[in-house]
């Protein structure tokens, strides 16, 4: 029997109510009953989002939304700080220069989150900067930011935006858009959301609108303001994934019967659980010192190949994890905890990890991790 888990940050393991219900024969996008939806969908995105102004839903991945932002909030001339501490954070670099933005890069040991006072630093030292580009939680490292300190400082420059990539924050851990201060706040459905992969979520604060207003640069797709619009209207620009948005509803339906409190709490308990267990194996955690309850990055021992491990995850139990990229290949195995997982879903993997380890000639003994994690989930 062939039985899949996913344990990759993305795309995550789907409730069967959201399963179900996208199942149903499709509705047309003009019709009342999708204005409906929609009209549901938008409140509960605010409550996901915590803020009051609207989420903009795109029909692509994340990175079209992160795209959004950029060629919405900038303008030609325009520069931008971009926080570097993984892949994601390269991307924000990567489309900036798509655009001609000139951009100043702060570079972060991947492991390690940025020190808010290098923003402060360079903020200081170059007033023209307009936006000032960052992750909530850098998936390829396992790394949380701290958004609300960067937050703080952005917030004393007027002519200065926030724009923090929580694709995979939102959902897993607090980020009051309106009570940080938050200008823009990007994210994906195929995350904490428990969804298949194709929407992306962008809120904007008053302030950014402003940016909105004398954005010059080129756009046609990701037009916010057409997009904003829209859907005061219960609309999209254009032919909105039907049954994504059906999905939508019903993984905001069980978030918020959850409440973000306890589902955050789920979280920390999950990520908890992971990193004593991993812990208790003699092994290392990628992130030490600011790991996001995103995912859990395991740095490898002397003498396991990272690809190899993964491989056989999927191999032997038919579970995908995250390998690393780029200078973490091979070096890291990443294990996701975010969206539909219960505390059992971590003994599985923990279980799984070390028969994996053992038959790949790791000494250890049999239920070490087990026993930590169970000590940590029934605290
Ligand atoms: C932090 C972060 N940013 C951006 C992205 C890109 O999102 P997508 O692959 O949906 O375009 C991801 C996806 O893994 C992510 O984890």
Not at 7 to 12: K, L, V
Request: proline content about 5%; aromatic content about 8%; overall charge neutral.
């Amino acid at each position: 029997m062939e039985k899949k888990y996913l344990f990759s940050p993305g795309p995550t393991m789907l409730p069967p109510e959201v399963l179900l219900k996208m199942a149903e024969p499709i509705m047309h996008h003009r019709e009342p009953e999708f204005e409906r939806l929609f009209a549901e969908v938008r409140e509960g995105l605010k409550y996901l989002f915590q803020t009051k102004n609207e989420v903009l839903i795109f029909t692509s991945s994340g990175t079209g939304a992160m795209e959004g932002t950029v060629s919405n909030i900038l303008s030609k001339g325009d520069k931008a700080l971009v926080v570097r501490g993984g892949k994601f954070g390269e991307r924000w670099g990567e489309i900036c220069k798509a655009y001609g933005i000139e951009f100043i890069p702060i570079d972060v040991e991947w492991g390690k989150a940025v020190d808010p006072q290098k923003i402060q630093k360079a903020l200081e030292s170059d007033p023209s900067i307009r936006a000032v580009y960052t992750q909530a939680s850098e998936t390829s490292t396992g790394v949380k930011h701290p958004i609300n300190e960067i937050a703080e400082i952005v917030k004393k420059y007027e002519n200065t935006v926030i724009i923090v990539d929580a694709i995979t924050g939102i959902g897993v851990f607090n980020i009051p858009m309106d009570e940080w201060g938050l200008d823009v706040v990007v994210s994906g459905s195929q995350k904490a959301l428990m969804l298949p992969p194709g929407l992306a979520f962008a809120a904007l604060s008053d302030k950014a609108w402003k940016f909105v207003e004398r954005s010059d640069l080129p756009k046609f797709y990701f037009n916010f303001k057409k997009e904003l619009k829209n859907a005061q209207k219960n609309q999209n620009a254009f032919t909105p994934a039907i049954s994504l948005f059906v999905g939508l509803r019903e993984s905001l339906k069980l978030i918020q019967k959850e409440g973000l409190e306890a589902v955050f709490k789920r979280h920390e308990k999950l990520a908890e659980a992971t990193r004593s267990a991993v812990k208790a194996l003699g092994l290392e955690l990628y992130a030490p010192d600011s790991p996001s309850n995103a995912l859990t990055a395991v740095k490898m021992p002397e003498g396991i190949q990272g690809g190899k491990l993964k491989n056989l995850f999927f191999e032997k139990f038919g579970i995908t994890v995250a390998g690393g990229q780029d200078q973490a290949k091979g070096k890291i195995i990443r294990i996701a905890h975010l969206g539909y997982y219960e505390k059992l879903d971590m003994v599985m993997i923990i279980a799984a990890l070390e028969m994996l380890l053992k038959e790949m000639g790791y000494p250890l003994e049999l239920g070490t991790g087990v026993k930590a994690a169970e000590e940590t989930l029934i605290k």
